[in-house]
């Protein structure tokens, strides 16, 4: 079975610059999150999907990050513009909802590594 | 929001069981509780995940009190190659299209050694 891909793997950019990440998760996964991880921290949510409707933007920053999932499946993260602190690791997962349950397994990608200079 | 507590570090030997314990005292009856481990340069990758009473599969076991206050990640006889970040995680998976809050604390980095 083929995991949560994303790309691109690593990107610098200089601030006030835009950047976008994509995420494609596992076929069938009706949930996808994105998540922040700044070096030595744990990931930190972004937004929560549930097919193409966002279910929790609330610790999205909406000044400067958007995303979108259109047709319920493929994922973009947008950053625009970008700051020093937006340095992190972006991290994409998604999970299954099976009989109205979500399985509560988060299946990651390996991340997009984003430097801001 | 439940939020996690775990020790931020902690070292051990292989061949060894290692117990790494994760505090959530405000969890709700519908949180279930779920344990990632995390290597350098990737993403975090599902261990274990439990409700109450104790869970065993393949790699771990997880104990969860009554109470449900705490729990436990056991791995047994561990080698050098489970050195990574734990991650104890607290969410509601019951309800398809809630926002869940899944947030990460900050992990404890076990260390094995030869």
């Known amino acids: 079975e083929a995991g949560v891909a994303q790309s691109p793997r690593y990107k610098i950019i200089e601030k006030r610059q835009s950047v976008a990440f994509w995420c494609n998760p596992i076929?069938?996964?009706?949930?996808l999150y994105w998540y922040q991880q700044i070096l030595g921290q744990g990931p930190k949510l972004l937004i929560q999907?549930?097919?193409?409707?966002?279910?929790?933007d609330s610790q999205l920053p909406k000044d400067r990050f958007s995303a979108e999932r259109l047709k319920g499946v493929d994922s973009t993260l947008k950053i625009q513009p970008a700051k020093l602190e937006d340095s992190a690791v972006y991290l994409c997962?998604?999970?299954?909802?099976?009989?109205?349950?979500?399985?509560?397994?988060?299946?990651f990608g390996e991340g997009s590594r984003l430097t801001v200079l | 929001l439940a939020k996690t507590t775990q020790p931020i570090s902690m070292d051990s030997y292989e061949g060894q069981e290692v117990n790494i314990t994760c505090s959530h005292n405000?969890?709700?009856?519908?949180?279930?509780i779920t344990w990632y481990q995390q290597f350098p340069s990737q993403g975090p990758r599902f261990i274990i995940q439990?409700?109450?009473t104790k869970v065993t599969n393949e790699v771990a076991s997880l104990f969860i009190p009554a109470d449900r206050k705490s729990s436990t990640l056991s791995l047994p006889r561990v080698s050098l190659s489970d050195t990574a970040v734990y991650y104890c995680?607290?969410?509601?998976?019951?309800?398809?299209?809630?926002?869940?809050?899944?947030?990460f604390g900050s992990g404890t980095q076990l260390t094995v050694l030869p």
């Open positions: 997962a998604s999970s299954l909802v099976a009989g109205g349950r979500d399985t509560g397994e988060l299946f």
């Open positions: 076929s069938g996964h009706a949930t």
């Open positions: 999907f549930q097919n193409n409707g966002v279910v929790d």
């Open positions: 405000n969890i709700a009856t519908n949180d279930y």
């Open positions: 439990g409700y109450k």
């Open positions: 995680l607290v969410g509601d998976y019951v309800s398809s299209g809630s926002a869940r809050q899944l947030t």
